[in-house]
Structure formats: structure tokens, C-alpha cells
């Protein structure tokens, strides 16, 4: 409901803004009497921000955004501020941005069904191939596959520094949502005894983290050697994790070693026990859920067509007949989408006897995934490409996966996956990843559009409806799993889930836009907006890290209860900042 209501404040807030603006934008220009031509000509030469737009009457914007470079949306496919200020008449813009708003949400349900259904199986069937422990899985593959979304859309908004804003007030926005609201409804809903040392290891690192970022916005600018050492804090971390965890393995090796020439003493589950004591439900739960929607409704000996019909429908009979009418209305808006990524996403999954080996299927992946990853891939610009002007990329490749895709399906049969089956969970990893890289990409386009349309700066856009947008399945899932009696699952997921999003977002955001630019990374500040947001994530972390252990590590309704109320006040006091009420 809450997100609802911002919508609505956000579309009637829009209304009005833009109301107003033009009112005194008309009296400006009639008084002044300047030639717009003129002043655009000027403008481009000074490199003027785009969002300097909704200072110009209405009949002149769509001349401001031709002529202001800044305006140019290099990144994503659909240019949203000449759609808004060119193409649609400035009476409809509040329609426009109610469906903007729809096909944002749309968005946002890409990237959650591409990372759960497809990113994540992917990921912990590579894992597996590998023969990587728990550990190692756990702060490398599991957590980016949890991770994507606020990753790719990270990277994305860092490849200009007017949105490099909305990145850090996305992760930073994630962070305090996750750690206040998140955390907060797991100690209401489940009050337990948190692990000590994995929560003061988790805490201690993610405020080294925060602290570093706060010190790069500060400054303004970061440079490689700083990025690379960013990104080494995480590698740090997750030795600590590795070794943290072979060292209580020992323990209790040890321990029960002396146990079994003592007399026996039933255990119970102290504060110092480690989150490894869990167990996995995370790949549990991926596995299952896959498993409900996609299990084969035939047996193997039906033909091939009717085998890539099953294989193609996303709908379980069974689990249909047993859910609620709210789930199923949200499973036939997702169930196109989930069509079309079956057509182009392969998934194995190591835990079923076939490994999900879908030959025709299969074989139709090879087909149209590499062609998905060359239109998709940095938002189409290969999509048009010819090679010597003559002859398309899209359809070279095409024809490589025709012939790849004739080869696999005579070499093999419907009942038995062959040995190399593994490569196609790199296919679909790097497929799944190209399509939330695009989405993620259109997020930041259109969110950066609504806030010049809205004057609402790029921090405010990501604290608020990017941060939820990514968290709000975080959110769900560490409830649930709270709630099915595992809530130390649930709160180690809260803090170690922000720490690879923030170190490896902004990290790796910074070093592929080095990459490109062979320059060092600029930040604009936000001004006091972004010093509330890192101040009060940071003053959220330093309070949990005194109040959690001078009650015992235990986390009660107390404790939920003032998280809760502490994001109320710091969202009521980012907004009251935004809207001029709160300066310097």
C-alpha cells in the first residue's frame, strides 16, 4: 500500500509541479522576451544540464532537449525525455508519466523474474560444476544472483555522472531499507538470538564500507587505485568469511571429539553460533520453486513437439488449483514474460535426474540466445551493426547458432542430456545477465526522466522507488523465512546481501566506467540529501552495533519496532530536504 501511495503522490505531485512551472516559466520568457533559438545555441556551447529543462516554456523544451547534449539518454533503448517534451503534447505529460510509472513497475518485474527464475538456478549450477563449498558459494555466486538487480542497475547509472546520484541513492537507500525495515520485520515477526560473530563481522565490514563511499563522495571523484581497493575489501571479506567458517568447523569438530568420551550433554543453540549451522534453504527454495512451475507434465517418450509445448508453459495445474486469486493474477501478467525467457534462457539444474535437459527446447535456445545477448547487449548498439556495411551481425550470428543448434540436435536424444550439457548454464548465466543489464539500463533512463519532469533530484529517485523496487522481494523472502522458524538465515541475508551490492555496485560501476572513459569516476553530490542518507546509514549501522550487543545478541519486537521507526523519520526527513523544507 505504501508504494501505491507514493506512486500517487509522485503522478498528482507531477500534475501540479508541472502546472506551476509553466504559469511562471510564461510570465519569465514573456517579460524577457528572449529568442529561444539564441539561447539553445548558447546553452549547447556551455554544456547545460538537462534538467535545466523545466525552466523553458512548453513550446520550447523540445528544443532544449534536441540541442542540450546532456539530454541525450545514451543509455537504454527508448529515449524518454523527447517522448515526454517531442512527441506527446504537454497536456498529456501526467498521463505520460502514469504510464511511465506502469511500465516501470513492468521493469522492475523483468528484473525480479529474470534473477530468481533464470540469474540464480544458473549460478548455483556453475557452483556446482565447480565443486565450490558453501562458503565460497554463499558470498560469490549466491550473492550475486541476489545481487543483480541493484548490480547492473549500479552500473548502469554510474556511466554518467548526473546518475552516478541515483546509483548511490539506490545502494545507499537499499542499505538503510534493508537494515531498518527489513531487519526490523524479521525481529517483530520472529524474535531470536542473532549470531554474534557473524553479525559483528557483517556490521563492522559493511560500515568500513559505507564509510569509504562516504569519503569518495566527499572528495568528489575516485581513482582506479581506490576502486581496486574497494573491490579488494569485498575479496577480504569473503576470505573472512572462508576462514571464520574453518575455524569453528574445528571448534566443533573438536568438541565433539571430547564429547564421545563424555557423558553426553544435549546442545542448544547460543548466541555464537555461526550462521553455517543453518540450513541451505536458500538453493533449497530456488530448486523447488523450479521444480513446481516447471516440472514436465509428460513423460519422455511423447514427441518432440509436444515436449517443447511443456517445456514452454510456465503454469503448474496443480499449484494453480491450490493458490490464491491474487497469485494467480499475478502469475498470468508474468506468464508472456516467462514464455519469452524460456525461449531464450537455458536452465540446468544439477538437482533433477535430466539436469533439465529440454532437447528441443535446448536446441531453439541456442538459436535465439546468442541473437538476444547481440540486440540486448549495451542497450542494442550492435543490434544494427553490419560487417563491411553489407551484411548484419544479428544474422551471422543467427545462422552460427542455426548450425550449432542442427549439430546438438542430431548428436543427442530426448532422454538423456549430454555430457557437455553444463555449458548451457553459462549460456543462460550470460544471457540473464545481458537482459537485466538492459532492464536495469531502461530503469535509470526512465527514472532519470521522471525526475527531470518532477524536479526531483536522481538521490531522491534512487532511495526511494529504485531502492524499493530492488529490496522489496529481499524484503518478502527474509519474512518468510523468518517465519518458517530459520530468522538467523533471514538476518545474515539482510547485512551480507548489502555488503556485495554496495562494494561490488559501486566497485565495479566505477572501474567498467574507467574502462571506458580511461579517466577517473566524477560524483556530483546531491548536497545535504546525500549526507542524510550516508549519515543516517551509517548512524543506523553504529546503533545496532551498541544495542544489539548490550541485549544479550537477542533481537526482539523492541528492537523491530525502533528500526521501523527510525527509516519513518529518515525518510520523512530526506523528503522534507528534497521539497526545500530542511536546507543549509
Given at each position: 500500500?505504501?508504494?501505491?501511495?507514493?506512486?500517487?503522490?509522485?503522478?498528482?505531485?507531477?500534475?501540479?509541479?508541472?502546472?506551476?512551472?509553466?504559469?511562471?516559466?510564461?510570465?519569465?520568457?514573456?517579460?524577457?522576451?528572449?529568442?529561444?533559438?539564441?539561447?539553445?545555441?548558447?546553452?549547447?556551447?556551455?554544456?547545460?544540464?538537462?534538467?535545466?529543462?523545466?525552466?523553458?516554456?512548453?513550446?520550447?523544451?523540445?528544443?532544449?532537449?534536441?540541442?542540450?547534449?546532456?539530454?541525450?539518454?545514451?543509455?537504454?533503448?527508448?529515449?524518454?525525455?523527447?517522448?515526454?517534451?517531442?512527441?506527446?503534447?504537454?497536456?498529456?505529460?501526467?498521463?505520460?508519466?502514469?504510464?511511465?510509472?506502469?511500465?516501470?513497475?513492468?521493469?522492475?518485474?523483468?528484473?525480479?523474474?529474470?534473477?530468481?527464475?533464470?540469474?540464480?538456478?544458473?549460478?548455483?549450477?556453475?557452483?556446482?560444476?565447480?565443486?565450490?563449498?558453501?562458503?565460497?558459494?554463499?558470498?560469490?555466486?549466491?550473492?550475486?544472483?541476489?545481487?543483480?538487480?541493484?548490480?547492473?542497475?549500479?552500473?548502469?547509472?554510474?556511466?554518467?555522472?548526473?546518475t552516478a546520484g541515483l546509483?548511490?541513492?539506490?545502494?545507499?537507500?537499499?542499505?538503510?531499507?534493508?537494515?531498518?525495515?527489513?531487519?526490523?520485520?524479521?525481529?517483530?515477526?520472529?524474535?531470536?538470538?542473532?549470531?554474534?560473530?557473524?553479525?559483528?563481522?557483517?556490521?563492522?565490514?559493511?560500515?568500513?564500507?559505507?564509510?569509504?563511499?562516504?569519503?569518495?563522495?566527499?572528495?568528489?571523484?575516485?581513482?582506479?587505485?581506490?576502486?581496486?581497493?574497494?573491490?579488494?575489501?569485498?575479496?577480504?571479506?569473503?576470505?573472512?568469511?572462508?576462514?571464520?567458517?574453518?575455524?569453528?568447523?574445528?571448534?566443533?569438530?573438536?568438541?565433539?571429539?571430547?564429547?564421545?568420551?563424555?557423558?553426553?550433554?544435549?546442545?542448544?543453540?547460543?548466541?555464537?553460533?555461526?550462521?553455517?549451522?543453518?540450513?541451505?534453504?536458500?538453493?533449497?527454495?530456488?530448486?523447488?520453486?523450479?521444480?513446481?512451475?516447471?516440472?514436465?507434465?509428460?513423460?519422455?517418450?511423447?514427441?518432440?513437439?509436444?515436449?517443447?509445448?511443456?517445456?514452454?508453459?510456465?503454469?503448474?495445474?496443480?499449484?494453480?488449483?491450490?493458490?490464491?486469486?491474487?497469485?494467480?493474477?499475478?502469475?498470468?501478467?508474468?506468464?508472456?514474460?516467462?514464455?519469452?525467457?524460456?525461449?531464450?534462457?537455458?536452465?540446468?539444474?544439477?538437482?533433477?535426474?535430466?539436469?533439465?535437459?529440454?532437447?528441443?527446447?535446448?536446441?531453439?535456445?541456442?538459436?535465439?540466445?546468442?541473437?538476444?545477448?547481440?540486440?540486448?547487449f549495451q542497450s542494442g548498439?550492435?543490434?544494427?551493426?553490419?560487417?563491411?556495411?553489407?551484411?548484419?551481425?544479428?544474422?551471422?550470428?543467427?545462422?552460427?547458432?542455426?548450425?550449432?543448434?542442427?549439430?546438438?540436435?542430431c548428436t543427442t536424444t530426448?532422454?538423456?542430456?549430454?555430457?557437455?550439457?553444463?555449458?548451457?548454464?553459462?549460456?543462460?548465466?550470460?544471457?540473464?545477465?545481458?537482459?537485466?543489464?538492459?532492464?536495469?539500463?531502461?530503469?535509470?533512463?526512465?527514472?532519470?526522466?521522471?525526475?527531470?519532469?518532477?524536479?526531483?533530484?536522481?538521490?531522491?529517485?534512487?532511495?526511494?522507488?529504485?531502492?524499493?523496487?530492488?529490496?522489496?522481494?529481499?524484503?518478502?523472502?527474509?519474512?518468510?523465512?523468518?517465519?518458517?522458524?530459520?530468522?538467523?538465515?533471514?538476518?545474515?541475508?539482510?547485512?551480507?546481501?548489502?555488503?556485495?551490492?554496495?562494494?561490488?555496485?559501486?566497485?565495479?560501476?566505477?572501474?567498467?566506467?574507467?574502462?571506458?572513459?580511461?579517466?577517473?569516476?566524477?560524483?556530483?553530490?546531491?548536497?545535504?540529501?546525500?549526507?542524510?542518507?550516508?549519515?543516517?546509514?551509517?548512524?543506523?549501522?553504529?546503533?545496532?552495533?551498541?544495542?544489539?550487543?548490550?541485549?544479550?545478541?537477542?533481537?526482539?519486537?523492541?528492537?523491530?519496532?525502533?528500526?521501523?521507526?527510525?527509516?519513518?523519520?529518515?525518510?520523512?526527513?530526506?523528503?522534507?530536504?528534497?521539497?526545500?523544507?530542511?536546507?543549509?
Amino acid at each position: 500500500m505504501a508504494f501505491k501511495q507514493f506512486l500517487w503522490l509522485l503522478l498528482f505531485g507531477g500534475q501540479w509541479a508541472i502546472t506551476s512551472s509553466q504559469l511562471q516559466n510564461q510570465s519569465e520568457f514573456k517579460s524577457a522576451g528572449l529568442s529561444s533559438n539564441l539561447t539553445f545555441v548558447k546553452m549547447a556551447a556551455k554544456t547545460v544540464e538537462c534538467d535545466l529543462v523545466m525552466n523553458h516554456t512548453s513550446a520550447d523544451r523540445c528544443n532544449f532537449v534536441k540541442n542540450t547534449p546532456d539530454c541525450d539518454m545514451e543509455d537504454g533503448f527508448i529515449n524518454y525525455l523527447r517522448i515526454v517534451f517531442c512527441l506527446l503534447p504537454p497536456d498529456l505529460t501526467p498521463f505520460t508519466i502514469t504510464l511511465c510509472s506502469i511500465w516501470l513497475l513492468f521493469l522492475f518485474m523483468i528484473l525480479g523474474l529474470t534473477a530468481s527464475k533464470f540469474f540464480c538456478p544458473n549460478l548455483s549450477a556453475i557452483s556446482s560444476s565447480l565443486h565450490l563449498t558453501h562458503n565460497v558459494a554463499g558470498v560469490t555466486f549466491l550473492a550475486l544472483g541476489n545481487g543483480a538487480p541493484d548490480i547492473f542497475s549500479a552500473m548502469a547509472a554510474f556511466s554518467h555522472p548526473h546518475t552516478a546520484g541515483l546509483a548511490v541513492g539506490a545502494l545507499f537507500g537499499a542499505g538503510i531499507f534493508v537494515t531498518t525495515v527489513v531487519a526490523g520485520s524479521v525481529s517483530l515477526f520472529k524474535p531470536f538470538a542473532v549470531a554474534s560473530r557473524p553479525f559483528l563481522r557483517d556490521v563492522i565490514f559493511y560500515m568500513v564500507a559505507v564509510f569509504w563511499t562516504f569519503l569518495m563522495l566527499y572528495r568528489g571523484t575516485t581513482t582506479l587505485g581506490e576502486t581496486l581497493g574497494y573491490l579488494s575489501l569485498y575479496a577480504l571479506y569473503v576470505l573472512t568469511v572462508i576462514i571464520s567458517a574453518y575455524i569453528y568447523k574445528r571448534q566443533r569438530n573438536s568438541e565433539n571429539t571430547s564429547n564421545q568420551n563424555g557423558p553426553h550433554i544435549p546442545e542448544f543453540p547460543s548466541s555464537d553460533s555461526s550462521d553455517d549451522d543453518l540450513p541451505d534453504l536458500t538453493g533449497g527454495n530456488i530448486q523447488q520453486e523450479y521444480e513446481s512451475e516447471y516440472r514436465p507434465l509428460l513423460p519422455y517418450s511423447e514427441p518432440t513437439s509436444r515436449i517443447l509445448l511443456n517445456s514452454l508453459n510456465p503454469v503448474d495445474s496443480r499449484k494453480w488449483r491450490r493458490k490464491s486469486w491474487r497469485w494467480r493474477v499475478l502469475k498470468v501478467l508474468k506468464t508472456p514474460l516467462e514464455m519469452l525467457l524460456l525461449l531464450c534462457v537455458p536452465v540446468v539444474d544439477p538437482d533433477k535426474e535430466d539436469r533439465n535437459w529440454r532437447r528441443p527446447l535446448n536446441c531453439l535456445q541456442l538459436m535465439i540466445a546468442p541473437v538476444v545477448c547481440v540486440l540486448a547487449f549495451q542497450s542494442g548498439q550492435y543490434g544494427s551493426y553490419m560487417i563491411q556495411e553489407q551484411f548484419p551481425l544479428w544474422l551471422l550470428i543467427l545462422l552460427l547458432g542455426f548450425f550449432l543448434a542442427a549439430i546438438v540436435f542430431c548428436t543427442t536424444t530426448n532422454d538423456h542430456p549430454p555430457k557437455y550439457h553444463a555449458l548451457f548454464a553459462l549460456l543462460g548465466f550470460v544471457v540473464s545477465a545481458v537482459v537485466i543489464s538492459a532492464a536495469a539500463s531502461e530503469v535509470v533512463s526512465l527514472l532519470h526522466m521522471l525526475g527531470v519532469v518532477l524536479s526531483l533530484s536522481n538521490t531522491v529517485l534512487g532511495l526511494t522507488l529504485l531502492a524499493w523496487g530492488n529490496s522489496i522481494g529481499d524484503c518478502f523472502s527474509d519474512i518468510t523465512i523468518a517465519q518458517q522458524g530459520y530468522p538467523r538465515m533471514a538476518i545474515s541475508a539482510c547485512f551480507g546481501g548489502i555488503i556485495f551490492n554496495m562494494l561490488i555496485g559501486v566497485g565495479l560501476g566505477c572501474l567498467v566506467q574507467m574502462v571506458k572513459t580511461d579517466s577517473d569516476v566524477q560524483f556530483e553530490s546531491e548536497g545535504l540529501l546525500t549526507w542524510i542518507l550516508a549519515g543516517s546509514l551509517g548512524l543506523s549501522l553504529v546503533l545496532s552495533f551498541i544495542i544489539v550487543p548490550l541485549s544479550q545478541f537477542h533481537l526482539g519486537r523492541t528492537y523491530g519496532i525502533f528500526l521501523l521507526v527510525f527509516y519513518a523519520i529518515f525518510l520523512t526527513i530526506a523528503l522534507f530536504t528534497e521539497f526545500g523544507t530542511i536546507h543549509t
